[in-house]
Each structure stands twice: as C-alpha cells, then as structure tokens.
C-alpha cells in the first residue's frame, strides 16, 4: 500500500500507514490484524493497534515491566508517567497508585488523567518547571 513503512525496532516490528488513503489504510490494517492473529497464535507476542500503526512484540518485553524496575528499585518523591500509545497502557497499569499517569489523546485508558495533545503536555510541564522555580526561588530568599 503506497505511503506505508515497516519500522524494526528493538523488540518489536511496526508497520506504519499514517501516510496511506485514509480508507484504505484502515481496511488493510484491520485484515493485517486479523491475519497475525490467526498465524500468531500460541506464540508469546502481541499484535496492537496503535493510532495508524499496527504493531507485533514480544509479549515478554514491555513497558510496563521496565517501568516497574525503576520504580520498586527506590524511593521517589514524584512519579509522572506520560503516553500516548496502546503500548503505553502496561506502563500506566503497574504505576504506584501515588504516581501521575496521564494518557495523550484519548481518556480510554488505565491512566488517571488524560489531555488532548502533546501541546497541553508542553504546558504542563512548563506549569511545573514554572512552580519549581518560584518554590525554589521563596526557599533561598527565607533562608
């Protein structure tokens, strides 16, 4: 299908179709799907749809258990995990109940809040850095 790309990645392989017709990039990822699934079963990976993207991983790897060794390994006074992929979700799912998860783009999710795009990340993020600052800043002039 013209406008579409495979990306090999680390532990995984993604076949991208964000720049194919729109019509036809929806049928042909939903008979790819389909299809894995069929030759893929039993096997220890998972075949997800992502926005325009359909992609297979090991089962094994994922990043919601990556994520859990930085967390149990240490004591954190914040914990802020940002996504805005399906693959994002085993992230959210093993966050301390105390972490900040916050899912992009959509509300369908295991993340306890959620905004519209990366601009409203930006800005959140830039409040933050904002705060810090002026805590910092009151801290030094008290002492």
Same mark, same amino acid.
């Given at each position: 299908?013209?406008?579409?790309? &495979?990306?090999?990645? *680390?532990?995984?392989?993604?076949?991208? +179709?964000?720049?194919?017709?729109?019509?036809? %990039?929806?049928?042909?990822?939903?008979?790819? &799907?389909?299809?894995?699934? @069929?030759?893929l079963? %039993?096997?220890?990976?998972?075949?997800?749809? %992502?926005?325009?993207? !359909?992609?297979?991983?090991?089962?094994? !790897?994922?990043? %919601?258990?990556?994520?859990?060794?930085?967390?149990?390994?240490?004591? +954190? =006074?914040?914990?802020l995990? @940002?996504?805005?992929?399906? *693959? =994002?979700?085993?992230?959210?799912?093993?966050?301390?109940? *105390?972490?900040?998860?916050?899912?992009?783009?959509?509300? /369908?999710?295991?993340?306890s809040?959620? !905004?519209?795009? +990366?601009?409203? !990340?930006?800005?959140?993020?830039?409040? @933050?850095?904002?705060?810090?600052?002026?805590? /910092?800043?009151? &801290?030094?002039?008290?002492?």
């Open positions: 299908l013209p406008g579409t790309f &495979i990306e090999e990645k *680390t532990h995984s392989l993604a076949w991208h +179709y964000r720049l194919a017709d729109a019509k036809h %990039g929806e049928e042909y990822a939903g008979k790819l &799907i389909k299809e894995l699934n @069929i030759r079963d %039993g096997e220890m990976l998972d075949v997800l749809r %992502g926005n325009k993207v !359909v992609e297979i991983k090991s089962s094994l !790897v994922n990043k %919601g258990k990556a994520a859990l060794r930085f967390v149990t390994r240490g004591h +954190y =006074d914040f914990i995990a @940002i996504g805005d992929d399906m *693959t =994002d979700e085993d992230m959210f799912k093993v966050m301390p109940l *105390t972490a900040i998860t916050v899912k992009v783009g959509s509300n /369908n999710s295991a993340a809040y959620y !905004v519209k795009s +990366y601009m409203d !990340v930006r800005a959140f993020l830039n409040e @933050i850095h904002t705060t810090e600052h002026l805590i /910092n800043t009151k &801290i030094q002039l008290a002492s």
